[in-house]
């Protein structure tokens, strides 16, 4: 079965310092990978998504990237962190060439301070 | 613009009744619409996809319906119980990829 790693599951960072948030996805091959954030009391917001290595779309223009080095590993980073980007970030993914149900992960906890 | 509504006001049910939750969409032609529960600090789950050609799906305790025309998915739990208190999201297809509602906070009480 297909199971979704992400860590840390929460982190406490200063305004002005780096971020990465990695993602991995086992039990499967070649998935589509996503990164979302939800704020709170707000939807979720799409930030990043890939269809293969190295391949990454962004949704919105931000502080953030994300990188895809591996088949099965996601990254989610940034050289300086601001206060709005706080949030719960998820990772998630879905089965090659489809955009049918999504899996997520449990998801990181950043506050920027 | 493409806009994905649901409630934003709790919906406060008793043990036992059917919770009905709704999903309405403007500008969107999707070929399926999904719904995913939420719990607090956690990823959300997937729940049902239903087609734009099937009115009604069912899984147990949840039955989806999809209108098309009114645009407009409703989401049920029949026997409701205080496990199924959570946040649930619906979502729809953009242009390739997937678009969530902000969720209905659903809250079963004994």
């Known amino acids: 079965s297909q199971t979704i790693h992400q860590w840390p599951a929460t982190l406490v960072q200063p305004v002005g310092s780096p971020l990465s948030l990695e993602c991995t996805v086992e039990?499967?091959?070649?998935?589509?990978l996503y990164w979302y954030r939800q704020a709170a009391g707000r939807g979720l917001q799409l930030l990043f998504y890939?269809?293969?290595?190295?391949?990454i779309s962004s949704e919105v223009p931000q502080n953030l990237s994300a990188s895809r080095p591996q088949d099965r590993q996601f990254i989610l980073s940034s050289k300086k962190l601001l206060l709005s980007d706080s949030g719960f970030y998820l990772c998630?993914?879905?089965?090659?060439?489809?955009?049918?149900?999504?899996?997520f992960g449990p998801g990181t906890r950043l506050t920027v301070t | 613009s493409q806009k994905i509504e649901q409630n934003s006001e709790a919906l406060n049910i008793q043990e036992g009744k059917t919770a009905t939750l709704t999903c309405n969409y403007t500008?969107?032609?999707?070929?399926?619409l999904q719904w995913y529960r939420q719990d607090p600090g956690r990823g959300p789950v997937f729940l049902l996809l239903i087609r734009e050609n099937e009115k009604e799906k069912r899984k147990e305790r949840l039955k989806v319906t999809f209108d098309t025309t009114l645009k407009q998915s409703l989401f049920h739990i029949t026997a409701s119980q205080p496990a199924d208190s959570a946040t649930y999201l619906c979502a729809l297809r953009g242009y390739s990829t997937l678009t969530f509602g902000k969720g209905t906070m659903l809250l079963v009480s004994p």
């Open positions: 890939s269809v293969g290595i190295g391949q």
């Open positions: 998630a993914w879905s089965a090659t060439g489809r955009s049918y149900e999504q899996y």
């Open positions: 039990g499967t091959s070649n998935p589509n």
């Open positions: 500008n969107y032609s999707p070929a399926y």
